[in-house]
């Protein structure tokens, strides 16, 4: 099983390199996935130096683990949806969690389906395919997950010029709790760059809603300056509706002030890895930072971010999907 050290040690020297020239891209995500299963695989092929009394056990926990995992998963995402739509309502973006839920219900018996199916050939096919499908998704969610704790976990580097703070909707015309998180985390930013000397802007960015009496970026810039940040400490950005807008507008505003400047952005911890890749693609030199947010909505956020980055990688994703169906039907059918 020694290819398989060989394989993870490339993939993880790719990762190192990969985060080292750009922490921003997807690519650094699946490449610490592609380690960590290449790993995995080789402390497997372990197993044949275990007694056989061992090595049966072993078997039982390598296959039972996951479906356990997956059910266990299932539960959660049900119970956390269940508590997401009484305290958000039923909007499809707060249904993720539940919806998830569901749908990993059946994961656990694809496996065991199959071996029942005798030479039912379309049931056989549509089983694999299915298996096939959620292994893929599963092993993007899983790199998605520690990926984005990894980069949450990276300090952005002193002597920033900006803090971007990301809008988003206003209740009532007022700052509620979760854009007020990410305000008090670029606060916090924005005085620890200046006790080392440094004189960073704080820029707000967001435009005005439908359902919105002012701009997010003047409510959030009254919301510091009245908890003791200099107004002109504070640039509003106040065109933005979405959140590339809010980079690429902030971007020709810092460029306009400071060219050659460094920012941190910050924003939501579950929106931090997905608002990374934009900077990227937005052209904004700097890192995000990720703001607490309530444990509850964490869940359902997380999937929305994950199936928006499935969306934007849409191309090589649906490539990849009719290639497991071409190859679960092809197997099924042989």
């Not at 080292?20 to 497997?44: P, S």
């Not at 309502?89 to 749908?103: I, V, Y």
């Not at 039912?120 to 990926?147: E, H, K, Q, R, S």
């Not at 809008?167 to 854009?179: D, E, K, Q, Y």
Request: one cysteine or more; glycine letters at 10%.
């Amino acid at each position: 099983m020694w290819i398989f050290y060989i394989f993870a040690a490339c993939f993880a020297v790719a990762f190192v390199v990969g985060v080292v020239r750009d922490r921003r891209r997807f690519r650094n995500a699946v490449l610490l996935g592609f380690t960590a299963v290449c790993l995995g695989l080789g402390l497997i092929g372990e197993a044949y130096r275990l007694g056989p009394v061992a090595f049966d056990l072993f078997q039982v926990i390598l296959l039972g683990t996951p479906a356990l995992v997956v059910l266990i998963l299932a539960i959660f995402l049900i119970l956390n949806g269940v508590v997401m739509v009484r305290r958000e309502g039923r909007r499809p973006g707060n249904l993720l969690s539940l919806l998830a839920g569901l749908a990993c219900l059946p994961v656990p018996v694809l496996p065991l389906l199959g071996g029942y199916l005798g030479d039912n050939d379309p049931a056989v096919a549509a089983t694999l395919i299915a298996l096939l499908v959620v292994t893929y998704l599963g092993f993007l969610f899983c790199c998605y997950l520690a990926y984005s704790w990894f980069y949450g976990r990276l300090r952005p580097r002193p002597g920033f010029d900006f803090v971007v703070v990301l809008g988003s909707r206003l209740i009532g015309g007022r700052v509620p709790p979760l854009l007020a998180s990410r305000l008090d985390r670029a606060t916090s930013l924005w005085q620890t760059e200046i006790a080392r000397g440094g004189a960073p802007l704080l820029v707000t960015s967001g435009g005005q809603g439908s359902d919105e009496p002012v701009p997010e970026a003047h409510a959030m810039a009254d919301y510091l300056v009245s908890n003791g940040v200099p107004e002109e400490s504070v640039v509003r950005e106040d065109r933005s509706m979405t959140t590339f807008e809010n980079l690429g507008n902030s971007h020709a505003l810092m460029t306009e002030r400071h060219p050659g400047y460094r920012c941190v952005v910050v924003t939501n911890n579950f929106h931090a890895f997905r608002a990374a890749l934009m900077t990227r693609k937005a052209g904004v030199d700097g890192q995000v930072v990720g703001s607490q947010t309530a444990g509850y909505y964490w869940p359902s956020a997380t999937i929305r971010e994950f199936v928006a980055i499935l969306v934007e990688h849409w191309i090589i994703n649906a490539a990849v999907l009719v290639a497991l169906v071409v190859l679960g039907a092809g197997v099924a059918y042989r």
